[in-house]
């Protein structure tokens, strides 16, 4: 029996020297009273020439005060005192540890001795310090992103950078921390973006999506947002981006404008010279015709000819002049255009083509005016072409103070 008692404590012994974590016993004054093998090696001492020596010898002066203060709370407290320190080895390398504490009673001599575990720590460090680092570089990214970033956690805003904040009109993140973003957007966009946010956070692929801010100033931003899946803090969130378009938006603008100016520029170029010259051709055919009927001669009847193609020309003529620069300057000019074209529609195509409108609608932005006719005209053509309709209304109204061209469902 005793010599398995013996075998085990020569076990725990080298269990003890050969851990691979310092082990030490400081007493009250911080001197070394007992040391393991591995604390001694990363001291680079003998074990025998560490025994008695203050441990404040292996520190690095410049962490003598927070060796002191270890030691001091130690004394102080019964539980176990951590500390990260530098110790200076033999070898004048500078080693990183982390002492832990506990107080002990030794009962050979009758006083409290503290039982220290010393881990080198310089790996984890270093670690640290590359995480570090790397957040560093990532939150610097972030922030001289040309887009505006959100994190959406849990419905809210948790994290915008300063884009974001520029974006919204606001100067502090404190500002939208806790704000849903749909809160940020023009009303007409909340349920679509919010549509948007839920298949990003359920994983699924989601296209870009236009959509306006609106600014704390009452000013909209068009920004194209985009979303992904994301992970902040370790709880799944979504990030989303946004890109301030409204130059793109206006450069767009000013191109269909020009090319609206130009459209109607031909268009009235075509009415005020082609038109005017086929009438003319019209009207000397005419009067050649009665002249050689008079005079009997066959060829009466080729000028009437004549005059029969420059008129059906005169016609296709107008109509491109009218397609063209539909539209007259003047407010009445949409229902005016409009009703020219279901005209022009029945008499084309035989389908009986109706507008239902208010004939006083008014409208004082020549460029709208256009532009409703324009989408009226595209939904009139694909109702003949693709909806094979038999008969077309087109319904004019105002919505919200603003006219908005419909059709009757089934109608084409």
């Known amino acids: 029996m005793l010599h398995l008692v013996e075998e085990a404590r020569a076990n725990l012994a080298d269990q003890y020297d050969y851990a691979p974590i310092g082990f030490l016993t400081l007493d009250a004054q911080g001197c070394v009273r007992e040391v393991n093998v591995t604390a001694a090696r990363l001291l680079g001492r003998e074990r025998v020439q560490l025994i008695g ?65 010393m881990t080198e720590i310089g790996e ?55 704000r849903e973003l749909t809160g940020l957007l023009r009303p007409a966009y909340r349920q679509s973006v919010a549509s948007l946010l839920v298949q990003v956070a359920t994983g699924r692929e989601t296209p870009s999506m236009e959509v306006k801010i609106e600014r704390g100033s009452g000013t909209p931003v068009h920004v194209e947002l ?5 992970h902040f803090e370790g ?7 946004a890109r301030d378009i409204t130059p793109r938006k206006i450069a767009e603008r000013h191109v269909l404008a020009i090319s609206e100016r130009e459209r109607r520029a031909f268009g ?18 005419e009067a050649l015709r009665n002249k050689l009927r008079k ?3 066959p060829a009466a009847s080729d000028a009437e000819e004549i005059g029969r193609v420059a ?50 609608l008014a409208i004082g932005d020549p460029n709208v005016a256009t532009n409703l006719y324009r989408i ?15 008969s077309v209304l087109i319904r004019l109204a105002a919505g919200h103070g603003r006219p908005r061209p419909d059709h009757a469902p089934g109608a084409g």
């Open 268 to 285: 009235r170029d075509l009415h005020d010279s082609i038109c005017q010259s086929l009438m003319g051709t019209a009207c000397l055919a």
């Open 53 to 117: 020596m203050p441990f404040l010898s292996h520190i690095a002066r410049g962490h003598w005060k927070e060796f002191l203060h270890h030691m001091s709370e130690c004394r102080r407290r019964p539980t176990v005192v951590v500390s990260d320190l530098d110790l200076r080895a033999r070898d004048r390398r500078t080693l990183h540890v982390e002492l832990r504490s506990v107080p002990v009673l030794d009962a050979r001599r009758d006083e409290t001795v503290y039982r220290t575990a």
């Open 124 to 178: 984890r460090l270093r670690v640290a310090q590359a995480l570090e680092e790397s957040e560093r570089r990532h939150r610097d990214m972030v922030e001289s992103s040309p887009d505006g970033i959100f994190i959406q956690s849990d419905g809210v805003i948790v994290f915008a950078n300063r884009v974001a904040l520029d974006l919204c009109g606001v100067k502090e993140v404190a500002d939208l921390h806790g």
């Open 226 to 230: 985009a979303a992904r899946n994301f």
């Open 376 to 390: 009226t005209q595209e939904a009139v053509s694909n109702a003949i072409k693709h909806g094979r309709a038999r």
């Open 235 to 241: 709880e799944p969130a979504v990030l989303v981006m």
């Open 311 to 360: 008129r059906q020309c005169l016609d296709e003529a107008r109509n491109m002049a009218r397609g063209l620069c539909p539209v007259a300057m003047e407010k009445s000019g949409l229902v005016t255009a409009l009703h020219e074209l279901t005209a022009e529609v029945a008499r084309h195509t035989r389908i009986e083509c109706l507008l239902e409108c208010d004939e006083s």
């Open 295 to 297: 005079s009997g001669l």
